[in-house]
C-alpha cells in the first residue's frame, strides 16, 4: 500500500499515514487556531513518524490530556499525542504538512474548541 507523507519545513520530522481520511478538522481552540492547523485523525497504529522524539518537542497545557508536538528546527506543528488517562489510539496529524493537492477537496470540519466542545458544522 502507498503511504502518504507530511513533512515539517525543514523536513527533519516525515509523517507517513496510509490515505487521506474523510474529513479534517478545523478547532478554534486556543492553540490549534494559533498553530493555524488543520488536524487529520489516524489509529495510531496506522502512524509511522520519523524524527520523532530526536527531533520534536512537545507543548501541554490546559487538560493536560495531550501534547502537541514541533519540530525543534523550524518550529512547524506536526501531531499531537494523548497523555495518560486520554484515549490512546487516535493521533492528530497536522494536514497542513501533506502537499496541498492531497486536501483539494477534502471535507474540513469547525470543532468548537474555545467554548462548547461540539462540532459546528
Known sequence: MRQLVATCHCGAVRISVPAMPASIVECNCS???RNGALWAFYSADTVQILGHPEHTTQYIWGARSIRTMHCKTCGCATHWETLDGGPTDRVGVNSRLFDPELLKGIRIRY??????WTYTD
Open 31 to 33: 492553540i490549534c487556531r
Open 111 to 116: 470543532f468548537d474548541g474555545a467554548d462548547s
